[in-house]
């Protein structure tokens, strides 16, 4: 789950929050007035890793170069 937290919050434990997002690898969201305006992120050193668990997931691609949802769009 990702925690939220506003500006004014932010401000005074912006180290803390920060050593909390690289400690447990859970993603900080900002707000401004209940706006989501910043996320921070661990740093992931290899961007493939994030990929990692999405491979084999695709059981069958039919038509790659296709478009896709074309019969909807003219349901439209």
């Not at 690898?25 to 994030?50: H, N, W």
């Not at 997931?57 to 296709?66: F, G, H, K, Q």
């Amino acid at each position: 789950m990702t925690k939220t937290v506003s500006k004014s919050q932010f401000k005074p434990k912006a180290l803390e929050y920060f050593r909390n997002v690289e400690a447990t690898g859970r993603e900080l969201v900002i707000t401004d007035r209940g706006r989501p305006v910043v996320r921070v992120v661990p740093y992931v050193e290899d961007p493939e890793a994030d990929l990692e668990s999405l491979r084999g997931t695709v059981l069958e691609y039919r038509e790659p170069t296709e478009p896709v949802g074309q019969a909807d769009w003219e349901n439209l």
